[in-house]
């Protein structure tokens, strides 16, 4: 690896950056639209016959012909990730807010704009999802290395 990368210093400069006191403007919070469902996804290691268990979400490991959900284009949704192990819930193309971790409201950490969340072992995480963009099929997925390739996944289609 020595031979990567070498870095010459070839002269002394003063540092005059700076931390700004605010890293970012106030961002919108995103508000729930009426009568849209509040969808779950349980990420579990669920028994999948003798002495075999597999990662999934809802009970079931990834089909390509199996669709989750069904949201609108252009609409907000309440999603609750639960999780019986530390699994990063990642949605393609759908930006969401953390609303509440654990039953409380959400951490300083949680503050923005996601497209991946961390959740705990046998945590519920509370999330505002807008879909923006295009219609079409869309994966979530646990974005542990071995839990996606283990079919951790499901689709998700934008109508
Ligand atoms: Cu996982």
Not at 47 to 75: C, Q, Y
């Amino acid at each position: 690896m020595r031979d990567v990368m070498r870095f010459h210093v070839a002269r002394k400069a003063k540092d005059t950056s700076r931390v700004p006191d605010r890293l970012s403007t106030r961002y919108e919070d995103l508000a729930p639209a009426t009568g849209v469902p509040v969808r779950t996804f349980g990420f579990r290691r669920t028994p999948a016959g003798e002495d075999r268990r597999m990662w999934t979400i809802n009970g079931k490991p990834f089909h390509p012909d199996t669709v989750l959900a069904r949201p609108r284009l252009g609409s907000v949704e309440r999603w609750r990730f639960s999780s019986d192990f530390h699994h990063p819930v990642h949605v393609h193309l759908a930006r969401f807010q953390v609303t509440a971790r654990g039953g409380r409201p959400a951490e300083p950490k949680d503050a923005g704009w996601k497209d991946t969340v961390d959740v705990r072992p046998y945590e519920t995480v509370e999330t505002l999802v807008r879909f923006t963009g295009y219609r079409g099929r869309y994966m979530i997925h646990c974005h542990n290395l071995e839990h996606e390739d283990m079919a951790m996944m499901a689709n998700i289609q934008i109508t």
